[in-house]
């Protein structure tokens, strides 16, 4: 389990299972909007670097939180094991991401995309004069 704690209590979590799947992610919802599930995501991603990760969302929880960092919906399923006291059965929505593999100098490749577009530009600026 993963979590961040304010306060000495447990304020948001996520609970992957072996592969590269959150099955659970929450946040309290006093403390939304502070960046605390972007670290914590940020943090679960970094572990999966070149794979692809998926969540299983359910209704009560904002899809819009995944759709800004960078998930696509790619459809659904009934996640069958007992993840609340009373329920078996919860129909899920299914958000994945890729996760760029750093290259052989840790860097990214959108940190690289990134660099080669600026020295480009840098280039071009030079010929033009």
Do not use: N
Not at 59 to 71: K, L, S
Not at 88 to 106: L, N, W
């Amino acid at each position: 389990m993963w979590f961040e704690a304010a306060k000495s209590e447990v304020v948001s979590s996520v609970t992957p299972v072996p592969t590269s799947e959150i099955l659970l992610f929450a946040t309290d919802p006093e403390l939304m909007g502070r960046g605390i599930g972007t670290k914590l995501l940020q943090t679960f991603e970094s572990d999966y670097k070149g794979e692809r990760v998926v969540a299983a969302v359910d209704g009560a929880t904002d899809t819009a939180f995944f759709d800004r960092h960078g998930y696509v919906e790619a459809g659904s399923k009934t996640v069958s094991e007992a993840l609340r006291p009373g329920d078996t059965e919860i129909r899920c929505r299914v958000f994945m991401k890729a996760i760029p593999a750093p290259d052989e100098t840790g860097e990214s490749p959108e940190k690289k995309a990134k660099d080669a577009e600026r020295l480009l530009g840098e280039m071009r600026l030079r010929f033009r004069h």
